[in-house]
């Protein structure tokens, strides 16, 4: 079982930082890969970008180049560090983790609200 508690939301204006972590408690057999998604009103759920436990990333098409995902496997912490944000990355972006096994259940945050002011 995994509980995962996220922080660092907030409104900032376009072409500014904003810098999310999320804090996984409980087994770490359920965050082999740790990520964060996002929703903005009226759209699906996309990825953002997800890391595995050995380093390796993943990113969405939208946000290469300007967000960078890390992971601190000792504190079982995982952060966005999000750049040259734009209205468009307004949403609200969940954390996600898994084993990384079929037939593992997903975790996922309660997720936090990322507003960007043009």
């Known amino acids: 079982q995994v509980q995962l508690v996220e922080s660092g939301g907030g409104l900032v204006q376009a072409g500014g930082s904003l810098r999310l972590s999320c804090a996984a408690s409980?087994?770490?057999?359920?965050?082999?890969?740790m990520g964060w998604y996002r929703q903005a009103p009226g759209s699906q759920r996309e990825l953002v970008a997800t890391i595995t436990r050995g380093g390796n990333t993943n990113y969405g098409d939208s946000v290469k180049g300007r967000f960078t995902i890390s992971r601190d496997n000792a504190k079982n912490t995982v952060h966005l560090q999000m750049d040259s944000l734009k209205p468009e990355d307004t949403a609200v972006y969940y954390c996600n983790a898994n084993a990384g096994i079929v037939r593992v259940p997903n975790y996922w945050g309660q997720g936090t609200q990322v507003t960007v002011s043009s």
């Open positions: 409980g087994s770490s057999f359920g965050t082999n890969v």
